[in-house]
């Protein structure tokens, strides 16, 4: 287990969480990137999500970002994909060229998460998708597309381990 502080909340993380781009180092930190793998996938296969976790006043959530900024950017069609979920492209501006919107339209603080186009044929799109935590505490995910199908399960699935470390 290692100890490290963000936004003023001390997290005691198991230390093969700890994403090999993480550069916290011990005591405080800025950021902290974690890799875990949980059965979100197609089909309820293993796949890693990478967890950012950062100070709460360096973070939009992505719901809050659907209505304030994404919604401006929209192409006027919609995607079908998952179950629930409806997809918006982005205008192909202020860099948004190959990004979709993914996001629950009712749900009152929906799941919403950005995604990239994949950049090879053979590879998948990776998604953000931001959301406060405790007090102090915000979380940026990053993750493959094919999660999007187990969207309804994402949080439910990422809040144990969250509160395990104590960043809820």
């Not at 007090?135 to 699935?157: E, I, P």
Request: a negative charge; one cysteine or more; aromatic letters at 8%.
């Amino acid at each position: 287990m290692v100890t490290r502080t963000i936004g003023g909340t001390t997290l005691r993380i198991p230390a093969d969480w700890l994403s090999p781009n993480d550069h916290s180092g011990g005591g405080f930190a800025k950021e902290i990137d974690l890799s875990v793998t949980l059965p979100l996938g197609a089909k309820g296969a293993d796949t890693v999500v990478d967890i950012s976790l950062m100070p709460r006043s360096r973070v939009r959530p992505s719901a809050s970002l659907l209505d304030g900024v994404y919604l401006h950017q929209f192409m006027p069609e919609q995607l079908s994909g998952p179950p629930g979920l409806v997809g918006k492209p982005m205008m192909a501006t202020d860099g948004y060229e190959g990004e979709t919107v993914w996001y629950d339209p009712i749900g009152q603080s929906p799941f919403a998460a950005k995604c990239q186009a994949p950049l090879a044929a053979d590879q998948p799109g990776r998604c953000l998708r931001a959301i406060y935590l405790g007090a102090n505490v915000a979380a940026v995910y990053s993750f493959d597309d094919t999660v999007l199908a187990n969207w309804k399960r994402f949080d439910a699935a990422l809040h144990p381990i969250l509160a395990q470390i104590g960043a809820l």
